[in-house]
């Protein structure tokens, strides 16, 4: 059962436009989110991170969107650079744990 | 953030041996974890590696398949027993950041194991 979804494995984009990558969860217990970008031979690197308290985050070209009834989220890239092409994860937990499902990813090419 | 590192980064192993993987991080941390990405697939909690007591391992993964050290605030070494083409994968430890509920977790750069 995979509790979070990212149902686009890849995503390409013009240098410059929005790049916009959607999450799913199914456990309403999730309260915290987070976003990972990984190269290749790297680890994922946090990105940005959402609570359930709030809807929208925001961190200089990269904002999360959180819409809680949906039980969906949403990672907003702009202007994407050729540099952000990667592949993204978005992860969930509950309070009080320390475990963090992860999505199973989504390449993004950016184009120059 | 914390600096990880791992060793080896990468290897190449048969059937039915051991791999002992290591990670070392630049100061000290109280929650560790090991991660598992097969291939195309998301990353998966092997266990939370605990200073001074044994590991906490998540459904499906086991001390015998996955023992696990924790001997200080600063490193950790995961081994992969009894190896089968079945354990390749992209092995990743990491760090919390703090000690609150809610904290980002700090990667490592992986360990690429294939089995052959």
């Known amino acids: 059962d995979q509790q979070v979804k990212q149902n686009s494995p890849s995503l390409s984009v013009q240098e410059g436009r929005i790049s916009i990558l959607n999450c799913d969860y199914t456990?309403?217990?999730?309260?915290?989110f987070l976003w990972y970008k990984k190269y290749p031979a790297e680890g994922p690197t946090f990105l940005i991170s959402?609570?359930?308290?709030?809807d929208k985050n925001e961190d200089g070209r990269f904002t999360v969107f959180l819409n809680k009834s949906a039980k969906h989220l949403s990672l907003h890239i702009v202007p994407s650079q050729p540099g952000d092409s990667a592949v993204y994860f978005c992860?969930?937990?509950?309070?009080?744990?320390?475990?963090?499902?992860f999505g199973t990813g989504t390449r993004l090419k950016v184009l120059a | 953030s914390a600096v990880i590192s791992q060793k080896p980064s990468r290897d190449i192993c048969q059937r039915g041996t051991s791999l002992t993987i290591q990670c070392q991080v630049d100061?000290?941390?109280?929650?560790m974890f090991w991660y598992r990405q097969q291939p195309g697939q998301s990353l998966t909690l092997i266990a939370t590696?605990?200073?001074?007591?044994?590991?906490?391992?998540e459904s499906g993964f086991v001390i015998d398949k996955f023992p696990i050290s924790r001997p200080n605030l600063t490193f950790s070494t995961l081994t992969v027993s009894n190896m089968s083409p079945e354990d390749s994968s992209i092995y990743l430890c990491?760090?919390?950041?703090?000690?609150?509920?809610?904290?980002?977790?700090?990667f490592g750069p992986g360990t690429r194991l294939t089995v052959l």
């Open positions: 990491s760090v919390g950041s703090g000690n609150g509920a809610y904290n980002e977790q700090f």
């Open positions: 456990n309403s217990m999730f309260d915290y």
């Open positions: 959402i609570s359930s308290i709030k």
């Open positions: 992860a969930a937990s509950a309070e009080g744990t320390y475990k963090y499902i």
């Open positions: 100061s000290q941390v109280t929650m």
């Open positions: 590696a605990n200073q001074g007591s044994e590991a906490t391992y």
